[in-house]
């Protein structure tokens, strides 16, 4: 019995949902070539994964994927930290799974519930040695499992004859196409009979031949001979002459000739049980690289629910190549911002198309923060295939995400504010490329406004000249004007607007960076509250008065 004819195809291709597709125009001569990285569980996470957890809040964003399933939080934790690796096609060809899965979620999410259901059924796995020492066992526990994941391709199949018709995309359709190629009524069938056939009902049928000292060899399985029953064919045999056979018939006390026969029927099934067990393996990899691929998808799904509840906009974003310096948006949001507060919070707009140096300040509460914090949270959901809150959005690749935040003072006491910062750039510095996204968000205010402005200014100077983007948040007045007085063309200046009577848009509006800190809306709200405060005992007192 051939191992192939227990495998649903030989060339089954399981890694149909990203970038297999990709890999065969590369083998036919075509420019892109996408393995896949997202979903190798030996890959690691970048060396600041930590940071980028911490600093863009990444976290809310993958409970709000993941509310009940640990597997899609660290499929999606490992995408999204290791997205920015991967090139255009590898992008758009995700992005056009996620546009048919945003169209038919409920078909995914069934797909993805087979997958999961089908890994967490079974408990067995093929061990190569068990065939030979075990092999009665082994052949048991692997019809199980077979019979089990039969059960299961069968749903897939289902599904595929009812919602392939409303799927567009490529690793779709070769998916489905796969489905309906390989699990067709016959190779369910053909599986079905060898499972029967291997359980040996009416005992097993092999062959061996006698080798050196009379012991074993050339150990066979066969088939057993067919069997049609009929009146007639009953009736014949009865007279007719049978061909000479040799038997025996152990003692029940015959221990050691029950042991030696069934180390004979254990030689013989060993073939059978090694290829039913690697045929079960090759299923299970199926199943398994089918649920970590869909992971991912699902926990799109389940963010993109969690967001329109709370009215944020949703849209596939333009991508463009690393050295195009494109970055505009329309409307974006803070995801993280707004799933905290479970409601709808303000975007904001920005072309920052051929910008290298984009410098932003204003008073404080203004949204300067988030809006840094968004656009570094919608890179890496760009990079990873996914939609961003927002929109529009257009924005090139990136060799890399560093953010460069303030930290709260060293409690052990071993260095300084500013020690701890020049250290942390230090090591980023170390890791950057060009075409990198350099995020700084109060960074060198640990000191005076003269050595910190002039710290980061040449860092900054430094990295633009190195082909890194970067985006700064600063209240540091003399940094972000001495670079507006330069005039420098690939730089852009965003200023948190503030109405006359102190009220915040939290919109971001280009303009020159402003000299004052609005220290006045701080005295102002203190001794407003502390007048109506006086004017409230007053009136208490006037009234006990009367």
Not at 278 to 294: K, T
Not at 314 to 320: E, F, G, S, W
């Amino acid at each position: 019995m051939k191992a192939r004819l227990l495998h649903p195809v030989d060339d089954f291709d399981w890694q149909w949902a990203l970038g297999a597709a990709a890999e065969r125009r590369a083998a036919r001569g075509g420019r892109h070539s996408s393995r896949i990285e997202g979903f190798d569980p030996r890959k690691g996470l970048p060396w600041n994964a930590d940071a980028l957890v911490a600093d863009l809040s990444l976290n809310a964003l993958l409970d709000a994927m993941a509310p009940d399933d640990d597997y899609v939080f660290e499929v999606a934790r490992k995408i999204l930290l290791t997205g920015v690796h991967g090139d255009l096609a590898t992008i758009r060809y995700r992005q056009e799974i996620l546009r048919d899965c945003l169209s038919c979620p409920a078909a995914v999410r069934e797909i993805y519930r087979v997958a999961v259901d089908a890994m967490e059924k079974q408990g067995w796995g093929y061990l190569g040695f068990a065939s030979v020492r075990y092999p009665d066992s082994m052949l048991r526990g692997a019809i199980e499992t077979m019979a089990n994941f039969l059960g299961h391709l069968k749903k897939l199949r289902q599904i595929a004859d009812a919602h392939a018709p409303q799927f567009a995309s490529e690793g779709w359709i070769a998916f489905f196409r796969m489905l309906k190629r390989d699990l067709d009524d016959a190779y369910f069938s053909q599986v079905e009979d060898h499972l029967e056939a291997l359980k040996f009902r009416g005992g097993e049928f092999f062959s061996a031949q006698l080798g050196t000292a009379n012991k074993g060899g050339n150990y066979i399985l066969h088939r057993p001979p067919a069997r049609r029953w009929s009146l007639r064919a009953w009736w014949a045999s009865l007279f007719a002459d049978k061909p000479p056979v040799y038997r025996f018939q152990l003692h029940p006390r015959d221990e050691a000739g029950a042991q030696a026969l069934i180390a004979e029927r254990n030689r013989a099934i060993g073939i059978a049980a090694n290829a039913l067990g690697q045929s079960a393996d090759h299923v299970r990899d199926f199943f398994g690289m089918l649920r970590a691929e869909l992971a991912f998808y699902v926990g799109c799904l389940n963010l993109g629910d969690q967001l329109a509840q709370r009215g944020a906009p949703i849209c596939l974003p333009l991508l463009a190549a690393d050295d195009s310096r494109r970055l505009s948006c329309r409307g974006l949001c803070d995801v993280a911002l707004a799933l905290s507060l479970g409601r709808r919070v303000v975007g904001n707009s920005a072309n920052a198309d051929g910008k290298d140096l984009i410098i932003i300040t204003g008073s404080n509460n203004g949204g300067k923060s988030t809006f840094l914090r968004g656009l570094g949270l919608a890179q890496l959901m760009m990079q990873s295939g996914m939609f961003v809150a927002a929109e529009a959005f257009c924005g090139c690749l990136c060799n890399g995400v560093f953010t460069h935040y303030k930290r709260e003072e060293d409690a052990r006491m071993e260095s300084g504010k500013l020690d701890e910062e020049l250290g942390r750039m230090s090591e980023i510095v170390d890791h950057l490329a060009p075409h990198s996204l350099m995020l700084f968000n109060e960074s060198f205010a640990a000191t005076n406004e003269r050595e910190g402005s002039e710290i980061a200014r040449q860092a900054i100077s430094a990295l633009v000249e190195r082909q890194v983007r970067v985006l700064c948040v600063t209240h540091l007045y003399e940094l972000a004007h001495g670079f507006y007085d330069e005039g420098l063309e690939n730089a852009l200046f965003l200023r948190a607007e503030r109405l006359v009577d102190g009220t915040r848009t939290f919109r971001l509006i280009e303009g020159e960076p402003l000299a004052t800190s609005f220290g006045e809306d701080l005295y102002r709200r203190i001794f407003d509250e502390q007048e109506d405060g006086d004017e409230i005992e007053n009136e208490k007192g006037h009234a006990v008065a009367r």
